[in-house]
């Protein structure tokens, strides 16, 4: 049985996990993001909604250090009590000491290789440890055999969470676009991240696929207590598995709280609808004359 990577925590206690406090970033003349602070909380599933171009992707770039922000400050603090500033990290050391992990809008899987290799090369840098950095560890150190054994375990245990188990010698290029998806998350859960950050995972999913994402997403929180980040457009998927949604709007936050309470907030709604505050309630009432309109 392979470990599990976390501890799960109880949902209940304020422990956050990243703490995201005056962030901003600018293109040139563009504010892309402007002054926001949020938190996500261990354990807990916390997804970044808002319109095209709210700047959902900026933050995601700015926590995994592909951007470095122009003000603001992202720490986040693992559950041994240690805490990183990622603003001040380079990418590399954010997934490597502060152990995020994090896929991409566009999947990035070596697809000729078999969907077994590509959980085995998210493991490379421990087996290269336990090999000692030299070809006679790599022939001969007892130390690389059983990391190697303990690699191709922990694969396999992610292969079963993933339902992919079947596939484990099929090029990952050969998979649907759903099993794809899911195998990313595996390869990242291989890794053994503290926080997971998933750029909308459910893009381009169909509704079975996306089911299967949802269980998924739910089982990593459940039996591993590993805090998931995620961008989604898709709804079903925000409002089904999320503890704790941020909405951002034109780079600022506009709400923030559970799922049932960003759905009715107004202010959640004019900037999904592109309209004025005020003129919400308008707007509902004239869509609810329709729907009941079309009951008729
Ligand atoms: N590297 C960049 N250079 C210049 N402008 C950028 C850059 N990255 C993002 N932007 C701009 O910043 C704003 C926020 O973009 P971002 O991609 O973060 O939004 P988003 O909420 O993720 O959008 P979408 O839902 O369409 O993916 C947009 O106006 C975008 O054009």
New binding site residues.
Partial sequence: MAPETNTATDTMTNDPILKVEHLSMR??G?M?INDLSFEAQRGEITALI?P????????FNCVTGFYKPTMGMISMRQASGKTFLLERMPDFEITRDAKVARTF?NIRLFTGLTVLENLLVAQHNTLMKASGYTILGLLGLPAYKNASAASIELAKHWLEKAHLIERADDPAGDLPYGAQRRLEIARAMCTGPEFLCLDEPAAGLNPRESLALNELLTGIRRDTGTSILL?E?DMSVVMEISDHVVV?EY?QKISDGTPDHVKNDPKVIAAYLGVEDEEVEEVIEEIEEIEEGGKH
């Fill in positions: 293109f040139g563009l892309a808002g095209n171009g709210a700047g959902k992707t900026t933050v809008q961008i457009h951002l780079g």
